[in-house]
């Protein structure tokens, strides 16, 4: 039952089903991770299990997304795949009876906002520092030093230019 992605799930009705969904979402629609990327390219892919726990509707939700995260040493791009798996309950954090280890989300359940949840999800698999493993091609940035070095440079001629300037007159 394709349904478009932005329309809200009701997590009540699909865990009492026993239901299985399956989405994708372009990165670029997530506002607030594609702030942390150097590209805003890429597709989520968002495969969600659900089930009742106890009274509780609840889901496995696995996300996965290919992204462009800038390196941290180089300042190039580099290519991630950001996984995320969480075991996640529809109730207020602090009901009664939340089944363990499960991560509470609250709101209307019956107008889970999918999207929102994803992004959140990606955003806590953000590697904190990223960085180009051994094997990659992590290149300093010469250009970018080059440039450092002639304002170190300069910053240092500049006072023999003022000096020359005072001599001229
Ligand atoms: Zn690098």
């Known amino acids: 039952m394709p349904t478009p992605p932005q329309r809200p799930l009701d997590a ?3 865990a009492r089903s026993g239901a299985v969904v399956e989405r994708e ?3 670029a ?8 990327l150097a590209e805003p390219t890429g597709r989520a892919r968002v495969h969600m299990e659900f089930r009742q726990a106890g009274h509780w509707p609840a889901a496995k939700l696995a996300a996965e997304a290919d992204v462009v995260l800038t390196c941290q040493r180089c300042l190039g791009p580099m290519q991630r795949t950001l996984t995320s798996e969480s075991q996640l309950v529809f109730a207020d954090a602090g009901s009664a009876e939340l089944p363990e280890g499960c991560e509470a989300v609250g709101g209307d359940p019956q107008a889970l906002d999918l999207a929102a949840l994803v992004e959140d999800e990606l955003l806590l698999a953000l590697p904190i520092i990223p ?5 990659e091609a992590c290149a300093l940035p010469s250009a970018a030093k080059a440039a450092d070095d002639a304002t ?9 230019a003022g000096l020359k300037d005072l001599l001229k007159h």
Not at 29 to 36: A, I, T
Not at 131 to 135: F, I, M, S, V
């Open 12 to 14: 009540l009705g699909l």
């Open 29 to 36: 629609g997530f506002e607030r991770l594609r702030d942390r």
């Open 25 to 27: 979402f372009p990165v």
């Open 152 to 160: 170190e440079a300069g910053a240092m001629r500049r006072p023999f």
């Open 131 to 135: 960085q180009h493993a051994a094997g």
